[in-house]
């Protein structure tokens, strides 16, 4: 999952639709990027409907309302909201919350939650993320918040069933399709 902050609509646009070139398959445009519910709509009108086009940063029942009014496929938090929880569950788009401890974990997916989002992952470690998988191994995690590049691979293969990755994406020598690719095999395995 891509996650996109901009300076403006239009640069994360651009973002956008140069990452799903590349090959991603999930896009997050933050609400932090001003008009990001605009970019929502350009960006799921301009690509095919097997790329996701979500929200992120979305903290409250008005950012979900108008995320969805806009098109977002799928909801993304920094933190657990009910109300989010109960707006994304009625309109039957994805919610994936963020969280840090296990009760904070077993709260959102108790709540209707898709998958958890554990942030900011890269802070808390690898070690932490399958310490906190252990226990509950039948819930869907996400793997976000300050993971490289390098180390996407094995928070894949500690059970994260996704990783959030937004600066390391657009860093100068990336090579997004030899990226992806390594995933996809970290996935698979």
Same mark, same amino acid.
């Given at each position: !999952?891509?996650?996109?902050?901009?300076?403006?609509?239009?640069?994360?646009?651009?973002?956008? =639709?140069?990452?799903?070139?590349?090959?991603?398959?999930? =896009?997050?445009?933050?609400?932090?990027?001003?008009?990001?519910?605009?970019?929502?709509?350009?960006?799921?009108?301009?690509?095919?409907?097997?790329?996701?086009?979500?929200?992120?940063?979305?903290?409250?029942?008005?950012?979900?309302?108008?995320?969805?009014?806009?098109?977002?496929?799928?909801?993304?938090?920094?933190?657990?909201?009910?109300?989010?929880?109960? =707006?994304?569950?009625?309109?039957?788009?994805?919610?994936?919350?963020?969280? !840090?401890?296990?009760?904070?974990?077993?709260?959102?997916?108790?709540?209707?939650?898709?998958?958890?989002?554990?942030?900011?992952?890269?802070?808390?470690?690898?070690?932490?993320?399958?310490? =906190?998988?252990?226990?509950?191994?039948?819930?869907?995690?996400?793997?976000?918040?300050?993971?490289?590049?390098?180390?996407?691979?094995?928070?894949?293969?500690?059970?994260?069933?996704?990783?959030?990755?937004?600066?390391?994406?657009?860093?100068?020598?990336?090579?997004?399709?030899?990226?992806?690719?390594?995933?996809?095999?970290?996935?698979?395995?």
């Amino acid at each position: !999952m891509a996650i996109i902050r901009a300076t403006s609509a239009e640069a994360a646009e651009a973002s956008a =639709l140069s990452l799903a070139r590349a090959g991603v398959g999930m =896009l997050e445009i933050s609400f932090t990027t001003p008009d990001a519910a605009g970019a929502v709509r350009r960006v799921r009108d301009a690509l095919p409907v097997d790329v996701l086009v979500g929200a992120g940063t979305v903290l409250d029942r008005d950012d979900a309302t108008k995320a969805l009014g806009h098109g977002a496929e799928f909801l993304v938090s920094p933190g657990f909201d009910p109300a989010v929880a109960e =707006l994304s569950l009625e309109a039957r788009v994805g919610y994936f919350p963020g969280a !840090m401890s296990p009760t904070e974990v077993l709260t959102a997916w108790r709540a209707g939650a898709t998958a958890v989002k554990v942030f900011p992952v890269g802070t808390l470690g690898l070690a932490y993320f399958r310490a =906190l998988r252990e226990p509950l191994p039948n819930i869907r995690l996400l793997a976000v918040g300050g993971i490289s590049v390098a180390d996407a691979p094995a928070f894949l293969s500690a059970g994260a069933v996704a990783v959030g990755l937004g600066g390391a994406l657009g860093a100068p020598g990336t090579d997004l399709p030899s990226l992806l690719a390594s995933l996809s095999h970290a996935v698979r395995r």
